[in-house]
């Protein structure tokens, strides 16, 4: 099992950053790849980045690049999303998640099998 504890989320104004963890415990040495995602109200969640954990390769989606950073502290069993230049339609709760086998495919949510908590992102104009 692996426990993952989301953190971060906040209230910021159109513009601004913030910085998302996910402190991932128990069977970490199983993880394969860890990602985020994210849910707005009566929205389907949606990916958001994705890292793999031992060699660091990253995927993100089309609407966050250039404004989100995904890295991760293998060290620490931390993963993070750095999110700058925070725009309204970034708020959702955001979900860590991980995935403990290898596939080509980040972004699919079907294939993670642990989930954080998830945080709020409250971004206003």
Same mark, same amino acid.
């Given at each position: 099992q692996v426990l993952l504890i989301d953190s971060g989320g906040g209230l910021v104004q159109a513009g601004g950053s913030l910085r998302l963890s996910c402190a991932a415990s128990g069977r970490t040495f199983t993880i394969y790849n860890m990602g985020w995602f994210r849910q707005a109200p009566g929205k389907e969640r949606e990916f958001v980045a994705a890292i793999s954990w031992k060699v660091g390769i990253t995927d993100s989606a089309d609407s966050? !690049?250039?404004?989100? &950073?995904?890295?991760?502290?293998? %060290?620490?069993? #931390?993963?993070?999303?750095?999110?700058?230049?925070? !725009?309204?339609?970034? &708020?959702?709760?955001?979900?860590? %998640?991980?995935? #403990?086998?290898?596939?080509?495919?980040?972004?699919?949510?079907?294939?993670?099998?642990?989930w954080g908590q998830g945080t709020q992102v409250t971004v206003s104009s």
């Open positions: 966050v !690049k250039g404004r989100f &950073t995904i890295s991760r502290d293998n %060290a620490e069993n #931390t993963m993070y999303l750095q999110m700058n230049s925070l !725009k309204p339609e970034d &708020t959702a709760v955001y979900y860590c %998640a991980a995935r #403990t086998y290898a596939t080509l495919n980040f972004r699919r949510q079907d294939e993670y099998s642990y």
